[in-house]
C-alpha cells in the first residue's frame, strides 16, 4: 500500500475531510490532495504534522504498513489437531485470527465416536452441523442436532459432541470465541 493511499484510510477511518485535516496539519487542501492520490510525497516534517492530526506516528504508520490480513484461507492450510480420540479429526481452518478472539475449526467423528469432554472455561462455543446427527452434552444434558442445525452456548459448562450414527460420519464446523 502507498503512503498516499494509507493516510487517505486513516484520514477517512478518522471521520475527518481533507480540509479538516489540512487545517489540523498546517497544510494546504490541494496538498493532501495529491499527497492521497500519491501525485507529491510529503517531507518528514509534513508527515509528522499530518499523522499527529490523525492521531498516530511515524512508528505506527509504517509499522502497520505491511499488515495484510489473510482474507481466503484453503482447505490445504488448515493445521490438524492432534490427541484427539479414536475416530476424531479435528482441523483448525484459520491459522491466524487476530486479534485472536476466535477459534473455528471442522470436527469429523467417525460412527459413535466422540470429543474429549472439555471442562467449563471462559468464553462461548457455536457449532452448525454439516453433515450427520449428533449429541451435544452440556453439564451432562443432552441435544440433539442434525444436518443443517447449530448451536450456540456460554462455556461456562462441561461440553461433549459425539456422533449418535452407527453408520455414518458426523462433520461439524465448531468456533471457540474467546
Do not use: C
Not at 494509507?6 to 489540512?22: D, G, V
Not at 450456540?152 to 470465541?177: C, D, G, P
Amino acid at each position: 500500500m502507498k503512503i498516499g493511499e494509507r493516510i487517505k484510510l486513516l484520514r477517512i477511518s478518522k471521520n475527518m475531510t481533507q480540509e479538516e485535516l489540512a487545517e489540523r496539519s498546517d497544510l494546504t487542501r490541494g496538498f493532501i490532495s495529491q499527497l492521497e492520490r500519491d501525485l507529491t510525497s510529503p517531507t518528514l516534517e509534513n508527515l509528522d504534522h499530518i499523522l499527529r492530526a490523525l492521531g498516530s506516528d511515524t512508528v505506527n504508520f509504517f509499522s502497520k504498513m505491511d499488515d495484510q490480513k489473510k482474507i481466503v484461507y484453503k482447505k490445504d492450510e488448515r493445521i490438524p489437531i492432534y490427541d484427539m480420540p479414536s475416530g476424531v479429526k479435528e482441523f483448525l481452518i484459520m491459522s491466524q485470527t487476530d486479534p485472536k478472539k476466535i477459534e473455528p475449526r471442522i470436527v469429523e467423528l467417525n460412527p459413535s465416536s466422540q470429543s474429549i469432554l472439555e471442562q467449563p472455561h471462559e468464553g462461548f462455543e457455536f457449532g452448525y452441523i454439516i453433515d450427520g446427527n449428533v449429541a451435544l452434552l452440556l453439564n451432562g444434558t443432552v441435544y440433539r442436532l442434525k444436518k443443517d442445525e447449530a448451536f450456540f452456548y456460554e462455556s461456562i459448562m462441561s461440553h461433549q459432541i459425539k456422533n449418535i450414527s452407527r453408520t455414518q460420519k458426523a462433520k461439524v464446523l465448531w468456533m471457540e470465541i474467546y
